[in-house]
């Protein structure tokens, strides 16, 4: 059974730095893009980052790039997420997805291209 579980999230001063982890069991990660997204109350789930399945293309929104990286690690079945220089706008519930591909390329970083979701985990940014 295809799983994903999140962890690494907390609560971060302003300026703070965070990693989360995003690990995959029941299947083999390698197949799988990932994509990393998030919720605050009241607003739409967004993309905040994208891998392919090698790891060599990732995607950024405006609002994170340059302060967030993923990255993943196959063999582990692990898929990463650096947060650094957190805003107290990053404040959200972070989650992680899945989607299997037979194309090397980097997917749309949309909520409906993934169809295999975590539970999330909370990251607040607050002083």
């Known amino acids: 059974q295809l799983q994903l579980v999140e962890s690494g999230g907390g609560l971060v001063q302003p300026g703070g730095s965070l990693r989360l982890s995003c690990a995959a069991s029941?299947?083999?990660?390698?197949?799988?893009?990932i994509g990393w997204f998030r919720q605050a109350p009241g607003k739409e789930r967004e993309g905040v980052s994208c891998?392919?399945?090698?790891?060599?293309?990732?995607t950024y929104p405006d609002s994170v790039k340059g302060r967030f990286t993923i990255s993943r690690d196959n063999a582990k079945n692990t898929v990463y997420l650096q947060m650094n220089n957190l805003k107290p706008e990053d404040t959200s519930v972070y989650y992680c997805?899945?989607?299997?591909?037979?194309?090397?390329?980097?997917?749309?970083?949309?909520?409906?291209?993934?169809?295999?979701w975590g539970q999330g985990t909370q990251v607040t940014v607050s002083s």
């Open positions: 891998i392919s399945r090698s790891g060599s293309s990732t």
């Open positions: 029941g299947f083999t990660l390698n197949d799988y893009a």
């Open positions: 997805a899945a989607r299997r591909l037979l194309s090397i390329a980097v997917p749309t970083c949309a909520e409906h291209v993934f169809y295999s």
